[in-house]
C-alpha cells in the first residue's frame, strides 16, 4: 500500500506562491478588477504642470465630479447603463456600468486655485499647476 503524506498548510502556501507569481506576469498596465467600472489613467507632468488623461467612455459629463483635497484627486461619477426597449437575448455581455471612484496621488505640490478639466470625446483631461505652497480642498468644474 502506498501511503501519500498530506500536508494542508503546505499545499496553501504552495497555492499561495503559484499566485503570486500568476499575478505576477501581467504588466501594470492591466486591470484585474472585476464587475465594476473603472478609469484608465495617464499620469504625466512636464516642467510646470501635471497632467492627467482619464478614460471615460459612455460616460455623461454631467455624471463627472472632481475634488482635490490633500493632493489626492478624486473622478467620482457614473456610468449608465442604455435602456433598452426590445428584449433580447445576449450571447456576450461585457460592457460595464454603475458608480465609479478613482483616487489618484499628485507626486506634486499643485496650486487648487488654477486647476482646469475639459471633457471631449469619452477623455477627461486635467491640468495641475505645480506649486511651492500648501493645498487644502476644492472642487474643480469641468468644462
Known amino acids: 500500500m ?19 507569481q500568476f499575478m505576477g506576469e501581467f504588466p501594470e498596465s492591466v486591470n484585474l478588477e472585476f464587475g465594476a467600472f473603472s478609469p484608465r489613467i495617464n499620469l504625466a507632468e512636464n516642467d510646470s ?31 449608465k447603463k442604455e435602456i433598452e426597449e426590445d428584449k433580447v437575448n445576449f450571447y456576450r455581455s461585457e460592457r460595464l456600468y454603475g458608480a465609479f471612484s478613482r483616487s489618484i496621488e499628485i507626486p506634486v505640490d499643485v496650486d487648487v486655485e488654477k486647476i482646469s478639466a475639459k471633457y471631449e470625446n469619452g477623455v477627461l483631461r486635467i491640468e495641475l499647476i505645480k506649486t511651492t505652497k500648501e493645498v ?3 472642487t474643480i468644474d469641468i468644462l
Not at 4 to 18: M, S, T, Y
Not at 53 to 60: C, F, K, R
Open 2 to 20: 502506498t501511503v501519500f503524506r498530506f500536508e494542508p498548510i503546505r499545499e496553501v502556501e504552495n497555492l499561495g506562491k503559484k499566485m503570486r
Open 49 to 79: 504642470k501635471v497632467i492627467i488623461h482619464a478614460e471615460l467612455p459612455g460616460v455623461l459629463k454631467e455624471n463627472v465630479k472632481l475634488s482635490i483635497q490633500d493632493n489626492i484627486l478624486t473622478i467620482k461619477g457614473e456610468k
Open 136 to 138: 487644502k480642498e476644492k
